[in-house]
């Protein structure tokens, strides 16, 4: 009997080794686990911190551009105002002068489908 319960205790030895390998190796997988999403967070990070980046870029390059055309039509309305000014004072006179005569210098004429009633 001695050996039996020999054979009892080295199974209970062997089986709480086994058991303590186990639990070991449970608590290397959650720390990798965790130290593997800790990674995978800084990457995340770094990623963002890149794509944001390179969208600010984007965009002051497309805002920068659309300031630029803004610009220009300004620039082009205003020298389309000016045109239009000079265009308005260089012919104001010779327009007032043919409105003006054609309102004073009446032709009194019979209109052609008058008919003279006796």
Do not use: W
């Amino acid at each position: 009997m001695a050996s039996q319960s020999q054979g009892i205790h080295q199974l209970l030895q062997a089986e709480k080794r086994a058991k303590d390998k186990l639990e070991e190796a449970k608590k290397r997988k959650v720390k990798r686990i965790k130290q593997a999403k800790e990674e995978a967070m800084v990457e995340i990070d770094q990623y963002r911190m890149q794509r944001d980046k390179e969208f600010r870029m984007r965009q002051s390059k497309i805002m920068g551009s659309q300031s630029n055309l803004s610009e220009e039509i300004e620039e082009q309305t205003l020298e389309k105002i000016k045109e239009l000014h000079g265009s308005y004072n260089k012919y104001l006179e010779r327009v007032l002068t043919q409105v003006l005569g054609m309102v004073c210098d009446v032709k009194p004429e019979i209109h052609t489908n008058y008919r003279a009633t006796h």
